[in-house]
């Protein structure tokens, strides 16, 4: 799966070099050709001559030592690369990348590499937690790099916490799944665009109408669709998440906002799934200054939004609709009529008073629902793997239905 991957290992220092050592050789005996690059710190751990064996390649260190010279290393590096990998990032790199600085031949390879980064962490827990690094992190997230999570244990300064680099095995297997074969990429070569989080109906600058929609479904789902290949879009209201690697992001506020967003990319969609908690109601008037209180009650009267959902169950075309339903009682039931009275192939109903589903959990326990009746459970478990399952099985629904024609 790795044979003719070119992937440059970026070393940086801390203790957990020992076990970039052992990733370029799983990488090496995977088939990818691998080379490695190195900080002045990370070769106080381990010396280039590891890597060089174990890579059978040389490894690259300064950015004034050219041993090539009818090209500039740190260039030619950046632009051979299908890959990049940090790995371990120390908190110094990470911070440095975050912020444009250049100033060693790994910082200066990566600002110019157009090939995908993906990070991993390795530090002591405290720094993990360092809202400097917080910001640094999401600052690297919204700039489209990919983080490989650090796994929780022992750590080396004595600490238990989360600031472990990934083992070897693991970074590895989620490359091969990045380079899988189209088999594994069902939906490659398809355009799907995913709604997520909740809409904001202002009733003034300084107060709005909305809900309690987290966005973890929808983005859990957009982040699936990119896996199985497809160019996604998310449009997305307000929320306080990273943007998924690989995905357009359509930012929004308000129900009619989102509507206009999914209009334009609607027709040439293959697949919508609407995710979204749209408020049902606005405001008739938005004040344009601030409501000052007054003495006894008060009211605000509501129109109704326009239903997204079912504009677009009437303009479909071909394109799979994928609709939500958070319900509080007789999901079932209301699932299967919204499924029908808004033209949708399949809708997704959950109890959001379930303590293992609804609005901020990561879990999620749904029912999802066909157009001929059919009903498939799913048990709780993490939103992102219940992205990959959910799709998983409408596409194989729909792989049926061609299929049955």
Not at 207 to 228: D, Q, T
């Amino acid at each position: 799966m790795l044979v003719t991957k070119k992937i440059l290992v970026c070393v940086t220092g801390g203790i957990a070099v020992y076990k970039a050592v052992a990733f370029v050789s799983k990488l090496t005996q995977a088939g990818a050709e691998v080379k490695v690059m190195m900080t002045a710190s990370a070769m106080e751990f381990v010396t280039p001559l590891s890597f060089q064996v174990l890579s059978r390649n040389d490894v690259y260190f300064d950015t004034f030592d050219e041993k090539d010279s009818s090209v500039i290393a740190h260039i030619d590096l950046a632009d051979w690369a299908d890959l990049v990998i940090v790995a371990p990032a120390t908190a110094n790199v990470i911070g440095k990348l975050a912020n444009g600085i250049a100033d060693n031949m790994v910082t200066t390879t990566l600002l110019a590499t157009t090939a995908e980064v993906w990070i991993a962490p390795a530090m002591n827990v405290h720094m993990y937690e360092n809202k400097s690094v917080i910001r640094n992190i999401g600052q690297l997230h919204e700039d489209g790099y990919r983080f490989i999570e650090p796994s929780e244990g022992f750590l080396a300064c004595g600490y238990v916490g989360k600031g472990r680099l990934e083992e070897p095995e693991k970074i590895v297997q989620l490359i091969k799944e990045r380079f899988s074969q189209p088999e594994n990429q069902p939906l490659a070569g398809k355009k799907v665009v995913v709604t997520a989080g909740p809409t904001r109906e202002r009733i003034d600058p300084v107060r709005y109408i909305s809900n309690f929609s987290s966005g973890k479904m929808g983005y859990a789902l957009a982040e699936a669709a990119v896996s199985l290949g497809a160019e996604t879009i998310l449009v997305s209201g307000p929320v306080e998440l990273p943007k998924p690697n690989g995905v357009q992001l359509i930012n929004v506020e308000s129900a009619a906002q989102m509507l206009d967003a999914v209009l334009t990319k609607f027709d040439d969609a293959d697949m919508v799934i609407k995710s979204a908690a749209v408020a049902d109601y606005r405001p008739k008037e938005q004040f344009t200054q601030k409501m000052k209180k007054q003495d006894g009650d008060s009211s605000i009267e509501l129109e109704r939004t326009t239903d997204i959902l079912k504009t677009l169950g009437e303009r479909k075309t071909g394109q799979v609709l994928v609709g939500f339903a958070a319900e509080t009682n007789d999901a079932i039931e209301y699932g299967m009529k919204k499924l029908s009275t808004k033209n949708l192939d399949y809708i997704i109903v959950n109890d959001v008073t379930d303590p293992d589903g609804g609005f901020g959990n990561d879990t999620n326990v749904v029912t999802l629902l066909s157009r001929k009746g059919k009903t498939y459970p799913f048990e709780a478990m993490h939103k992102k793997e219940l992205a990959q399952v959910l799709l998983r099985t409408i596409l194989e629904l729909e792989s049926d239905v061609v299929n049955d024609s």
